[in-house]
């Protein structure tokens, strides 16, 4: 599956991108919201995990151009209920707060990506 890792931190997006590169998916990477909406429209990606709080283009504003054409899961530092609840309405599958649980991430994950049937 071919994940796009949407956050300004290189570090946080090292850390998604070691844990999942070793479940043998392919990842893209974007550092703000701007690069996102770029990448998702030339990349097409399977799954895109992206961060709230960014320069340029915030991940609310990319769920708001994309949150319906996309699987989205958030993953953030924010974790108020009413971000959480903002994410989710506007097509968030689900919303992960940082620091975050490696496991828990891989199980979302691979709950989300499963095929409907």
């Known amino acids: 599956m071919k994940i796009l890792i949407v956050d300004d931190s290189s570090f946080m997006r090292k850390i998604l991108k070691d844990l999942l590169t070793a479940k043998g998916h392919t ?4 550092e703000n919201g701007a690069e996102a909406l770029q990448k998702f429209a030339s ?3 399977d799954l ?3 961060d709230i709080i960014m320069p340029e283009v915030n991940g609310i504003e990319v769920l708001k151009k994309i949150g319906k054409q996309a699987k989205i899961v958030v993953i953030s530092a924010v974790g108020q209920e ?3 609840e903002e994410a989710r309405q506007l097509g968030a ?3 992960i707060v940082k620091p975050f649980d490696n496991d828990k991430v891989l199980e979302v994950i691979t709950t989300v990506l499963k095929p409907q049937g």
């Not at 990842?27 to 974007?30: C, H, I, K, Y």
């Open 93 to 95: 599958l689900d919303y």
């Open 82 to 84: 009413k971000m959480v």
């Open 27 to 30: 990842l893209t990477e974007a």
């Open 48 to 50: 895109i995990l992206l």
């Open 43 to 45: 990349e097409k990606p």
